[in-house]
């Protein structure tokens, strides 16, 4: 068979791909991941018992909208990154802006704070374990990311992987803050973002290897 008659049998047989079926497969991804992340946290950490009083402070919302928002981000970034030729642009300061502000508010805390007081809001009680929990908590997410990028088309495959891990990551700790019982500014400008750049690592690192074409 000729060059020409190849392409022309393959066009042939092109179908157009549905409107937003990227976003439609991470949502799906989300919609199956997101209920099991709830149940690792409440089955293997529970909630915490004073989540309600803990909402009417200023730091539990930070707590938990900070990762949410790169969750979204993510999301975002990841949709763009499975499909070809569509580019980012400013999506990455969808993940990059609420980095720089709890680690603002981290540092900004810290400084105001007593001497004698600043380990304390650095290391908390949980500072062994925070990291590791929410990369536990987020590998629901991540694996049904991976599955979805891998039936999709993406041309930069480590990178596509990482915004998966931050859409998982973003996702886990949201979903570990309704357990975690640290409010200080420099534990989550710390050990927060450490536990969401597992995820992000470890994307990056079995997308190079998964995703390729």
Known sequence: MKTDELVSLLASQAQPVPR?????RFALALAVGLPLSIAVMAFEYGVRRDLVQTMFWPMFW???LFPACIAVAGFVVVQ???RPGVRVRVAWLGLAVPVLLVWA?????????????RAAMVWGQTWRSCAFNIALISLPVFVASL????SL????PALAGAAAGAMSAGAGAAVYALHCPEL?????????????AL???????????LLRW
Do not use: C, N, S
């Open 62 to 64: 930070v707590k938990l």
């Open 147 to 150: 599955v979805a990028l891998k």
């Open 199 to 209: 995820p992000v690592v470890a994307g990056a690192l079995v997308g190079h290897r």
């Open 20 to 24: 937003h079926a990227a976003a439609r």
């Open 153 to 156: 088309a993406p041309t930069q």
């Open 184 to 196: 200080a500014g420099p534990f989550l400008a710390i050990w927060y973002v450490i536990g969401m």
């Open 80 to 82: 763009r990154l499975a």
């Open 105 to 117: 508010i981290g540092l900004v805390t810290w400084l105001m704070a007593p001497v004698d007081e």
